[in-house]
């Protein structure tokens, strides 16, 4: 079974640029995450889509972040313009269930690390 | 106070020993934890989950789960020079869909 997909590994922009990153998931797997993990701090959640639906976005600048999952299976990250706090490296993951069960389980993939020069 | 907190580390401990890796958490009604192992410069890997209070042993690891001190440990025994890394505690809160992490302790295994 693939793994979660993602690209590009690595991205660096200068400050007020735009940069996208894009995530597959498992095939089959209905809930997808994007997370931000800024150096020496735990993945923090800024989406979640089940299948093409937003159930939680409540951590996402949206001043400057985006996302969609138009067709419930690959997603896109967007930051226009990006600043340098957003360096940091953006996990995509996903889970084969709803995301409320408890015994869910979230598999990453490789993350892109973006710096923001 | 942090919803999911860890000791930062460095944990340092003697290979072949056993290293303990401790978490306690927030929201008393947090439902199901999550051990991940992070290696440097990669995605974070799932070790585990628990969910009912006690022990649960899969090889080398026992995740530890207490509710009414709303603390979560891992025990990794005869622990190898391959298991350096940073060990992130994650926990799903009473709202059941979003799982929070905390900010991992990093492990170093002296030969």
């Known amino acids: 079974e693939a793994g979660v997909a993602q690209s590009p590994r690595y991205k660096i922009i200068e400050k007020r640029q735009s940069v996208a990153f894009w995530c597959n998931p498992i095939?089959?797997?209905?809930?997808l995450y994007w997370y931000q993990q800024i150096l020496g701090q735990g993945p923090k959640l800024l989406i979640q889509?089940?299948?093409?639906?937003?159930?939680?976005d409540s951590q996402l600048p949206k001043d400057r972040f985006s996302a969609e999952r138009l067709k419930g299976v690959d997603s896109t990250l967007k930051i226009q313009p990006a600043k340098l706090e957003d360096s940091a490296v953006y996990l995509c993951?996903?889970?084969?269930?709803?995301?409320?069960?408890?015994?869910?389980?979230?598999?990453f993939g490789p993350g892109t690390r973006l710096t923001v020069l | 106070q942090k919803e999911v907190e860890q000791n930062s580390g460095p944990l340092s401990v003697p290979e072949g020993a056993i290293a303990s890796l401790n978490c306690t958490y927030s929201?008393?009604?947090?439902?199901?934890f999550f051990w991940y192992r992070q290696y440097s410069g990669k995605s974070p890997e799932l070790i585990m989950f628990?969910?009912?209070?006690g022990d649960k042993e899969d090889g080398r690891f026992t995740a530890q789960l207490n509710k009414a001190s709303q603390y979560v440990s891992l025990l990794i025994r005869d622990s190898q020079p391959s298991d350096s890394a940073t060990y992130l505690c994650?926990?799903?809160?009473?709202?059941?869909?979003?799982?929070?992490f905390g900010s991992g302790t990093r492990l170093s295994i002296r030969p």
């Open positions: 994650a926990v799903r809160g009473s709202s059941a869909s979003k799982i929070i």
């Open positions: 628990i969910y009912s209070n």
């Open positions: 929201d008393r009604g947090s439902q199901s």
């Open positions: 095939s089959g797997h209905a809930t």
């Open positions: 993951a996903s889970s084969s269930r709803t995301g409320g069960s408890r015994t869910d389980t979230q598999y």
């Open positions: 889509f089940q299948n093409n639906g937003v159930v939680d």
